[in-house]
Structures are given as structure tokens and as C-alpha cells.
């Protein structure tokens, strides 16, 4: 099996100088390292650059996966700007996980992508050409005889057997039998005229499906339309009703109200008159 760790990147590294440039070193237990290529300073540097590491035995029993930023200054020094230590747990075996994790002894975080894979199978060989110009040796063209001696060679000629007719005079005799001829056949005698017989005509008559019954939520919708429609209806016929009643007693109030104060002016004006 493998390890394939990629460096993604890093976030919030606080470096803000351009001439400035940073790396990522990985290390792998004593043996195997892996450095990314140069960047120039930024907050955010991006690598997505990958290597592989091979391991063997049980996942959890691997060596801690150590990562570590560094900064190179324009003056060729070089400067430490966080460190990570990551182990493997069987979740590195189901699928592949991105990891983002703030460095130790310094500021920031990194991204890490890594996926476990298992070993390439072997390349399949052909197997080795055999030789078929082999000299056999003369007895091989030869069988035994299991009631003594031995049989004809295949470069013997056997015996000629009367075994019958050949190939060939089956075939020869077979061309001197010609088919018959095909004959048309007659009309049927004392019949009369062969007539068709008439072709029976079929009318399908096809019937209406019948109606369906409405469905309760369409009963229910037409009942509360009709509910509205008389409600709407008897308000109306209501409101209409008032406003004559209304109108009808306000004129009568009105009219007498006149007439009292006509009746009264009339009076004392003929009063003071006499």
C-alpha cells in the first residue's frame, strides 16, 4: 500500500513580503522526504503538488506524517513558520480526506489532501514460446499394437478396401434424377364460374365511457361556491332592505318636522297679524 499526500496550500500565514519565499518540507518516517517547489510570500500561498509514500503493515502502526512551512528570506536565511504532525486512522482507508489544520509554533493553518491506495498488481508475462520444429524421433510416427507388432507408418499406403461408392458417384447419380415439373392446378369442373365469396363487412359501434361519479373534494368545492354565491346574495338583499327602511323613516321624520315648524310659523304670523 501507498500514502499520496498533496500539499494544498496555506492560509493566514502572515507574510505580507513579496521578495520573500516559502516551501513545505514532508517527512515520512527517517528515509523518505518530499519538499515543494518555491512560492513567493503571500498570506495565502498555493502549491497542490503531490508525492507518494510506500508503507506496509497495519495503518495505525505507520510513523506520523510530519509537515512542516518554512520561509526564505532575500538574505538566504531560512526561517520556520509552523509545523504539523498527522496520524492515520482507518478513515484514510474508506475514501480520500482534505485535512485543514493550524500549525504548531506559528500562525496560520495548512491544507492537506491524502489518499491510500494499495499496490499495482503485477504485470502479466506471456508465457515462453515453445519450439515446434522439433526432430521427434522415427518410432514417434509409429503405434503400438497392443496384440503385437507394430502398425502401418502414416508414409505406408494402406490397402485399398471396397468400401462402397465415393463422394463423387453419389453426386453423379444424384444429377441423373431430375425433379418433377410443377403442374398449375385447374379450376374445379361442373361448378360454374369460381366466384369470390363477399367480404363481410363489421361495423364496431363503440359506446360513450360513462360518466364518473364527482369526487368528494370536487363535491365539497361546488358546495362552498354555492354557500358564497347566497351568502353574497342575501347580504346583498339584506343591505338593500335597510337602506330603504332608512331612507323611508328619515323622510318621514323629515316631513313632519317640516310641517310642525311650517304650521307654527303660519300660526304666530297670523296671530300677531290680528
Known amino acids: 500500500m501507498s500514502l499520496v499526500t498533496c500539499v494544498i496550500g496555506c492560509t493566514g500565514l502572515g507574510v505580507t513580503d513579496e521578495k520573500d519565499e516559502l516551501f513545505t518540507t514532508l517527512k515520512w518516517g527517517p528515509t523518505h522526504k518530499f519538499e515543494t517547489s518555491l512560492h513567493k510570500g503571500s498570506p495565502t500561498p498555493t502549491w497542490e503538488e503531490a508525492c ?55 500562525s496560520g493553518t495548512i491544507g492537506l489532501r491524502l489518499t491510500v491506495i494499495p499496490d499495482s498488481p503485477q504485470r502479466y508475462s506471456p508465457p ?11 518410432h514417434h510416427n509409429q503405434r503400438s499394437n497392443p496384440r503385437g507388432g507394430n502398425r502401418l507408418n502414416q508414409s505406408e499406403t494402406p490397402p485399398n478396401r471396397d468400401r462402397g461408392p465415393t463422394n463423387q458417384q453419389r453426386a453423379g447419380a444424384r444429377s441423373q434424377h431430375s425433379p418433377p415439373q410443377y403442374q398449375t392446378p385447374s379450376p374445379p369442373q ?7 365469396q363477399p367480404m363481410v363487412q363489421i361495423n364496431f359501434q363503440t359506446t360513450p365511457p360513462p360518466m364518473q361519479a364527482p369526487q368528494m ?12 354565491i347566497t351568502l353574497s346574495i342575501a347580504q346583498h338583499i339584506a343591505r338593500s332592505i335597510a337602506l330603504s327602511i332608512t331612507l323611508s ?21 297670523t296671530l300677531s297679524i290680528t
Open 249 to 269: 323613516i328619515t323622510l318621514s321624520i323629515t316631513l313632519s318636522i317640516t310641517l310642525s315648524i311650517t304650521l307654527s310659523i303660519t300660526l304666530s304670523i
Open 128 to 138: 515462453p514460446k515453445v519450439d515446434r520444429d522439433v526432430d521427434y524421433p522415427q
Open 52 to 106: 507518494c509514500f510506500p508503507f506496509s503493515g497495519h495503518i495505525t502502526a505507520q510513523p506520523l506524517l510530519e509537515v512542516q512551512v518554512w520561509k526564505k528570506t532575500e538574505s538566504a536565511a531560512t526561517e520556520p513558520l509552523g509545523n504539523l504532525s498527522v496520524q492515520l486512522t482507518e478513515k484514510h482507508l474508506i475514501k480520500t480526506l482534505e485535512v485543514w489544520q493550524h500549525l504548531k509554533d506559528g
Open 190 to 196: 361442373g361448378q360454374g364460374q369460381h366466384s369470390p
Open 217 to 228: 373534494g370536487q363535491v365539497h368545492a361546488l358546495n362552498t361556491i354555492t354557500l358564497s
